[in-house]
């Protein structure tokens, strides 16, 4: 039994937990009805330097790497993998700005001149 209050949709945190276990059993505890909610993670270099008390290379990893989908380095390291049913623009801020940047490469394509 644990705290489970249903309404939360938003999980912010102000630094890095010390682990990516813990990053994702404290990011579960929003969307429990199945409403879309978003995790939002604030670092910076100082919260990632590996003499920080307590934190972990997972999360350090995690954190340094902006150039794979979020959803994904979560999962991966518990042998789960992200569903196809999740779209690109639903997905993670990595997986949105790529989508965003395809559809403007496209739109420039599709321009006449
Ligand atoms: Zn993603």
Redesign the pocket.
């Known amino acids: 039994m644990g705290f489970d209050p249903p309404c939360v949709t938003r999980i912010i945190h102000a630094k890095p937990p010390a682990s990516i276990a813990q990053y994702l059993q404290e990011i579960g505890r929003a969307g429990r009805r199945g409403q879309q909610s978003h995790a939002i993670l604030y670092y910076n270099k100082r919260d990632l330097a590996a003499n920080t008390p307590g934190i972990q290379q997972d999360i350090i990893k995690y954190c340094s790497d902006d150039t794979r ?4 380095k979560l999962l991966e390291p518990f042998g789960f993998q ?1 569903s196809d049913q999740i779209a ?1 623009d639903k ?2 801020s ?2 949105k700005s790529k989508s965003a940047a395809s559809h403007s490469l496209s739109a420039m394509e599709n321009v006449e001149i």
């Open positions: 989908c979020l959803r994904e992200k690109n997905c993670c990595i997986c």
